[in-house]
């Protein structure tokens, strides 16, 4: 019965670390599928990159002043990263994008914010 208790306990213990976890994982898929939105959105605005610069860089002003997003708002370096993946995939893409590519251009630039960008907030 001991045996069994302990058992009982340890699962329970992994399961609730495993949900910790996945939270993280799902804030940052969040936060990197903001980043990517407002990135393409910069980036389907104007091919000029001063421009493209000057929208960045506001963009990332108005998230620090902006509380509507909570945890899911995107730090610096994940909409920085977002938008140069961004650009990178979008070389000689027809401008405006088409809804297809629209939503692509988001997703590519989403996972590569995920993969490369590391966390604003150190894990505790």
Do not use: Y
């Amino acid at each position: 019965m001991r045996c069994l208790i302990g058992f009982m306990v340890l699962v329970s213990s992994a399961a609730a670390l495993g949900s910790e976890a996945q939270m993280k994982q799902w804030e940052k898929m969040d936060r990197c599928s903001n980043a990517a939105f407002i990135a393409v959105s910069i980036v389907e605005e104007s091919a000029d990159t001063f421009k493209q610069t000057l929208a960045l860089q506001g963009a990332i002003g108005g998230l620090k002043n902006n509380t509507k997003l909570g945890e899911a708002t995107p730090s610096e370096n994940e909409v920085a990263g977002a938008h140069k993946m961004a650009l990178r995939v979008s070389a000689g893409m027809p401008r405006p994008l088409s809804k297809r590519d629209h939503d692509w251009l988001i997703a590519q630039a989403a996972t590569s914010c995920t993969l490369w960008v590391p966390d604003a907030k150190p894990a505790s």
